[in-house]
């Protein structure tokens, strides 16, 4: 992990992203308009509004923002697990209809089969790729030594940690060798040490292989040494707020003193969104204070203000 | 004629509760007949309040008499005989006779068989094994020199339901069938079969009379009640003679009480046919019974021989009533 | 002999015109109304009184392994018992009384309704069951505040399990004679079996089929939609 | 007047020394062993029929909207059809024949089986199904290796369901006779209830449950133990 | 989060915990030889192996280590939900028999309740506190206001991301209002903004209440931050290797270069733990490759070298 030189660029681009529609049959993603909106009982809340994105074949791009502001969503909406409510997302200028192996994810959480141990979990991603049964059962060991788990390989999930369980997901997800990998913070459940040796393994992968890799990290320093490009979103609407590409050549230690100023600029991005969140936030909360207790748990409205946070 | 109520009775006002089991069947008229016509209640007296028990089966009115839930009944021997052994003679007793006939051997068109030596080789039909029909059926293959193919010979015997045996004799799966009204008349209307033994023929030294439906009372109800069930019997000889004497009133009100009791009615001509195989008697004809008792235990589906049934009948109340009303007592 | 293997006899089997014949006339002399009032009323009540002591018992199995392993083979045992076993029982206990029907068709529900419960609770993911004991839940705050709503997904379908074996019990239950005037589905369904009206039993056969439909419809289907969509089981 | 209601009654219920002594004599005879071999034969095939037929028809019916939608109240209404609806029918389509009795068995466990393996699919998690179709598994691969397993705990819950309703079928179904020579426990049953034979009736009752008893801890019970460690669903 | 001065100290005190059985009932939490192994189909697993630990009142205990080192089975010793195969686990000098409202534990994983909404999930931590319903929705509305989601008081879990239901069970922890915090990785679903308010709500917490809490954490600039003292945890045997007590001036901040030069200390006592587990694994996963594709997923057995990772 030690890095010699450090160059830097940053390049904020305003959004939406500014691509022909034409041109956008080019890239590996384009998601024009993007609207997602959920309906509950508290109403229809919108999460993505108009996102516009382009990524290019074998781009590495980073995804920070707030939690819950859609980062999840924006990853299912390319993966083809949650169909967008207007908009279009293509891939290699088709239409994503569905899901598909050629879309790897790595979920949030791990989302293992219970049924199966870790090295089948592995095996399962490699059914469709790999006939035969020996040459599988190889494989899917090759890459759960890469996580450091081929002693476990024989484990089933609730015998794993919390972060083995990450890990086999991680495994399993490359190991369906996809043409673009969707990774919703695939670390979050790492120690540093760990994390920073599958980083490098990502990136390898990467390099080697050429692939198209969206990477959601709420580690900035992380997602600047990772990353090509860095988007980070807002809330209310979730939107894409700020885009800035990364020209630091690779590969880039976050220990480094440039990595750590790119971050720091994305950090003071972000911050005046969370800042934002946590205004609207408390001053919800105070509002719902005075009106506590109506009994109806489904049924809150607002009301008059009251301080936040005494009353442990 | 009987007074009012003892007084020595505990005190209790509340109107005794006699419970009557019958099915809603034409081997029942006299039940059904009574009841409509309100001679038993008339009989009993205002005191005492009937409540009607429609049953489809014999073995549960007879649970259901174990669970002192019925005190009089009207019921086939085989039920009969069966309670009264089972509960070691402490049940039930049989009282009456109600019915006789209605039972014979129905075989399909094309079959082949003309008489009972001719069920060679043959499929039977019987409701129930161990039933009156399949001892009658197996009797007579005994005395024709066959046996069925359970006991190594070549009639084949198989109980099937009685609405079974109807679609199975369209279906040409049986060849013959044992069973009692109405089904008789419907193998032969519907089935198009031909009754090839009545058989009230196989019991000319009775007077082609076998029992059919008997009453029986609970031992228990009896020694309690017995001015009700003495009541009760005059009630049940008045509506045996009445049937006799109004044949066509008597099936037009069973049909109804039919309907009214199992929400379906019978055809008219099935109704009439079956009518007329039938014939009701208040004489239990205890030969006839405990001759089944003996060919039942012949055929190895009691344990117990005739020695067991002294108690089975009692005529007492019965030839009671006759006698206060002149009549000649049964044996 | 030709048609030893038809699939629709006509003089087997009557058509639709003759089962509608039949339904008509049965709902015009009242007949039908009546039985389905009856039987709604019985399964009604003989429904509900197993659901509650079902998940009572079903409850008590899941939650204490010592009840699991006693009880649970036995329960199922019992269960495969027809119900014309529980019919001498019945008799002796209630007499023929309503009583007795609602006994018939309560065993018949009762331990499907338990050996539901008490499944669904002992496949209750682990960690709801830490979080529980966690927070201090325990005894009935436990019971049913976690564990029936965390088995709720599988006690709704044990409940229509519940509800099949209950309406099948209160068919048998009904051939009990209670007292004529209360002639339910059952007794009707019996009667045309045992006159061999396939019409009538086509009849009954419908109507019980239509119950089954519209209690599906308006209970359990909407239970389950409400149910998995509150606990996101929903498939998007 | 008195014992109207007593809660034992020695006519209809037998003492323990004469219930064995009827064993004792139906084992020496062999009537017992016979008609167990005989049921146990009809079942097995009855139910691993109506366990292969239902999981198809309940995978179809749980992976599929349109189909749960158009199937499902409509299997709930067929399910509550007590057996004896069946036996007309099998008796037109199969005669007197093993066939028919099979046929009723089938017909009493099949949709049991459909509607607990339909609910077990549809409350699946949806994180698996996400996973699974990410990964690209659809058509019989989905079904076989994800939407089956998954369910597991469910389905076998649901086949101790069925396990009830098929032996319960198979006793009504054994009332039609198929050769003298082939008494199963049902027609034992039945038997002993003609001829108020309540020691028989409680015999057979005994060898029922123990059966139930015995098929609960070497099949069903063990199963579930597996499935559940497997799964990580035992608590600790 | 500014801070201004900052002083370290660091002690590393050698293992076992050296105090003496008689001293243990002074202690909050006192651990003696805890054992915990797992037995699976691979045979028995050792976990914890002879762990010593005193924690006293008051104390704010980090917990770091390699994924899969102990930790989480660590604090289920001391919640109660997990019982050691061999030694004494006390809590104010009485032995730990089960779990309890006065221990309250942030799962890895939400644990939420899926039939409740997020207001009536942190009010199930209130009832036995809190009779009165209007009180208790009160008391619970201000919880999730502290986590910043009072505006989704009446969401279902599934409708949450995956850091909101993170902070739902935060809250719910918080609301319980406990002797002892036990905190698995509490934000590690969470952005960094969003981390650090909640990190100096917590501070606040226990410094006005007084609760001991432990927190386990794969930041160890946040374990510097925030512990009075922190664990270094190994593997096989999982126990804990080093102990370093943090007596650094409070509120610390993770920027500062003070903490940094603590941070990578700890770094350095766990890189090599570390290593020595990559090693360890991929020795393994070497010699298992060589047997792969036997057939039998859960036979697993050893043979000779192959090189790793090359399979992309
Ligand atoms: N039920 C079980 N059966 C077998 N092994 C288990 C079981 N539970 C946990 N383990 C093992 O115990 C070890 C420690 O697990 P634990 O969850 O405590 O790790 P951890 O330190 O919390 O890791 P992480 O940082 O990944 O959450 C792991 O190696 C795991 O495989
Ligand atoms: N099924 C749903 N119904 C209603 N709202 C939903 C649903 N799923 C997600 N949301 C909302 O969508 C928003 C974005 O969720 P998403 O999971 O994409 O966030 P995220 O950016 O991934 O957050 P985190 O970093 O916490 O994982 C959240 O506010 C959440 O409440
Ligand atoms: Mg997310
Ligand atoms: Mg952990």
Same mark, same amino acid.
């Not at chain 2, 000319?204 to 031992?219: L, P």
């Given at each position: 992990m030690e890095v010699t030189a450090l160059k830097s660029a940053v390049f904020d681009t305003p959004i939406p992203y500014p691509e022909t529609v034409e041109a956008a049959t080019a890239h590996k993603i384009s998601l024009k308009?993007?609207?997602?909106?959920?309906?509950?009982?508290?109403?229809?809340?919108?999460?993505?509004?108009?996102?516009?994105?382009?990524?290019?074949?074998?781009?590495?791009?980073?995804?920070?923002?707030?939690?819950?502001?859609?980062?999840?969503?924006?990853?299912?909406?390319?993966?083809?697990?949650?169909?967008?409510?207007?908009?279009?997302?293509?891939?290699?200028?088709?239409?994503?209809?569905?899901?598909?192996?050629?879309?790897a994810v790595i979920f949030q959480e791990a989302a293992l089969f219970p049924w199966l141990s870790a090295v089948q979990n592995v095996e399962f991603a490699l059914k469709s790729s790999i006939r035969d049964k020996k040459a599988r059962r190889a494989k899917a060991l090759e890459y759960l030594g890469m996580v450091h788990l081929a002693r476990f390989a024989a484990s089933y999930p609730h015998e794993l940690s919390g972060g083995m369980r990450q890990r086999v997901a991680i495994a399993r997800a490359l190991a369906l060798n996809p043409d673009i990998l969707l990774m919703d913070e695939p670390f979050a459940a790492l120690d540093a040490q760990t994390r920073d040796i599958l980083l490098i393994e990502v990136q390898r992968i990467w390099q080697e292989t050429g692939k198209t890799i969206i990477f959601v990290t709420h580690n900035v320093l992380e997602a600047v040494a990772l990353g090509d490009r860095v988007l980070c979103m807002g809330v209310r609407p979730g939107c894409i707020r700020q885009e800035i590409t990364v020209a630091l050549p690779r590969p880039r230690a976050v220990e480094e003193p440039e990595t750590a100023r790119l971050a720091k600029r994305i950090m003071t991005h972000l911050r005046s969104e969370i800042d934002k969140i946590v205004q609207e936030e408390s001053d919800h909360a105070a509002r719902e204070l005075a009106l506590a207790g109506d009994g109806d748990p489904d049924r809150l409205r607002h009301t008059t203000a009251n301080t936040m946070g005494d009353g442990i | 004629s009987p007074g009012k109520k003892e007084p020595s009775k505990p005190s209790s006002s509340a109107p005794l509760t006699v419970h009557v089991a019958f099915f809603p069947n034409i081997t029942h008229a006299v039940a059904l007949v009574g009841l409509a016509n309100g001679t038993f209640a008339k009989a009993l007296g205002p005191d005492v309040k009937i409540e009607e028990q429609s049953f489809t089966a014999g073995p549960s009115e007879i649970e259901a008499l174990f669970a002192r839930s019925v005190d009089i009944g009207y019921i086939g021997p085989g039920p009969a005989v069966n309670g009264f052994l089972k509960s070691h003679g402490k049940a039930l007793q049989i009282v009456a006779g109600a019915s006789s006939g209605g039972a014979g051997l129905v075989v399909r068109e094309g079959s082949g068989v003309t008489d009972v030596k001719t069920l060679a080789g043959k499929r039977v039909a019987v409701p129930q094994t161990g039933g009156t029909q399949d001892i009658s059926l197996r009797h007579s293959l005994q005395l024709a020199g066959l046996?069925?193919?359970?006991?190594?010979? *070549?009639?084949?015997?198989?109980?099937?339901?009685?609405?079974?045996?109807?679609?199975?004799?369209?279906?040409?799966?049986?060849?013959?069938?044992?069973?009692?009204?109405?089904?008789? *008349?419907?193998?032969?209307?519907?089935?198009?079969?031909?009754?090839?033994?009545?058989? #009230?023929?196989?019991?000319?030294?009775?007077?082609?009379?076998?029992?059919?439906?008997?009453?029986?009372?609970?031992?228990?109800?009896?020694?309690?009640?017995?001015?009700?069930? *003495?009541?009760?019997?005059?009630?049940?000889?008045?509506?045996?003679?009445?049937?006799?004497?109004?044949?066509?009133?008597?099936?037009?009100?069973?049909?109804?009480?039919?309907?009214?009791? *199992?929400?379906?009615?019978?055809?008219?001509?099935?109704?009439?046919?079956?009518?007329? #195989?039938?014939?009701?008697?208040?004489?239990?004809?205890?030969?006839?019974?405990?001759?089944?008792?003996?060919?039942?235990?012949?055929?190895?589906?009691?344990?117990?021989? #005739?020695?067991?049934?002294?108690?089975?009948?009692?005529?007492?109340?019965?030839?009671?009533v006759l006698s206060n009303l002149k009549r000649r007592a049964i044996p | 002999m030709g048609f030893r293997r038809e699939w629709w006899s006509s003089y087997l089997f009557p058509g639709p015109s003759e089962i509608l014949k039949t339904l008509g006339?049965?709902?015009?002399?009242?007949?039908?109304?009546?039985?389905?009032?009856? +039987?709604?009323?019985?399964?009604?009540?003989?429904?509900?009184?197993?659901?509650?002591?079902? +998940?009572?018992?079903?409850?008590?199995?899941?939650?204490?392994?010592?009840?699991?392993?006693?009880?649970?083979?036995?329960?199922?045992?019992?269960?495969?018992?027809?119900?014309?076993?529980?019919?001498?029982?019945?008799?002796?206990?209630?007499?023929?009384?309503?009583?007795?029907?609602?006994?018939?068709?309560?065993?018949?529900?009762?331990?499907?309704?338990?050996?539901?419960?008490?499944?669904?609770?002992?496949?209750?993911?682990?960690?709801?069951?830490?979080?529980? +004991?966690?927070?201090?839940?325990?005894?009935?705050?436990?019971?049913?505040?976690?564990?029936?709503?965390a088995a709720l997904p599988a006690i709704i379908s044990g409940a229509k399990q519940g509800w099949a074996f209950a309406w099948r019990s209160l068919m048998a239950g009904e051939l009990l004679s209670v007292s004529t005037g209360s002639l339910g589905l059952g007794q009707t369904l019996m009667r045309g079996r045992d006159l061999n009206d396939m019409s009538q039993v086509l009849a009954v056969m419908l109507v019980l089929v239509l119950i089954g439909v519209v209690a599906d419809r308006l209970v359990f289907s909407r239970l389950e939609r409400i149910v998995r969509q509150r606990w996101g089981l929903a498939v998007a």
């Open positions: 308009d993007i609207n997602v909106r959920f309906s509950s009982k508290q109403g229809v809340r919108s999460v993505l509004e108009n996102v516009n994105l382009n990524i290019n074949a074998g781009e590495f791009v980073c995804l920070v923002g707030p939690s819950g502001c859609g980062k999840s969503t924006l990853l299912n909406v390319i993966a083809g697990l949650h169909r967008a409510d207007s908009g279009s997302a293509l891939k290699d200028g088709k239409a994503i209809t569905g899901p598909g192996p050629d879309r | 046996k069925s193919t359970d006991q190594g010979g *070549s009639v084949t015997v198989l109980p099937v339901a009685p609405a079974d045996t109807l679609t199975l004799f369209q279906k040409g799966e049986l060849d013959a069938a044992w069973v009692t009204e109405p089904w008789i *008349s419907r193998l032969v209307k519907e089935g198009h079969g031909t009754l090839k033994i009545d058989e #009230r023929d196989l019991w000319q030294q009775s007077g082609r009379k076998f029992a059919t439906t008997v009453v029986i009372v609970r031992t228990d109800f009896l020694k309690d009640h017995p001015e009700i069930v *003495s009541k009760f019997l005059q009630a049940h000889i008045e509506t045996v003679d009445w049937i006799g004497g109004h044949p066509d009133d008597a099936s037009k009100l069973v049909g109804d009480q039919i309907k009214k009791l *199992s929400g379906k009615s019978l055809p008219a001509d099935i109704l009439k046919s079956s009518w007329g #195989r039938t014939d009701f008697t208040y004489d239990p004809l205890k030969d006839t019974v405990l001759t089944f008792a003996d060919w039942s235990k012949q055929l190895g589906y009691l344990k117990d021989d #005739r020695s067991a049934l002294g108690d089975l009948f009692n005529t007492n109340p019965l030839n009671g | 006339a049965d709902l015009r002399d009242g007949t039908l109304p009546i039985a389905v009032k009856i +039987s709604l009323t019985r399964i009604g009540l003989g429904f509900v009184t197993a659901m509650l002591l079902g +998940s009572i018992t079903g409850i008590l199995m899941g939650a204490l392994p010592v009840v699991h392993r006693a009880v649970s083979p036995l329960a199922l045992g019992l269960q495969t018992l027809p119900s014309i076993c529980w019919l001498p029982l019945a008799v002796i206990w209630f007499g023929l009384s309503e009583r007795a029907i609602l006994f018939v068709t309560v065993m018949g529900a009762l331990l499907a309704v338990s050996i539901a419960v008490s499944d669904g609770i002992r496949n209750i993911p682990p960690l709801y069951l830490r979080a529980a +004991s966690m927070m201090g839940a325990r005894g009935p705050r436990l019971y049913a505040e976690v564990l029936l709503p």
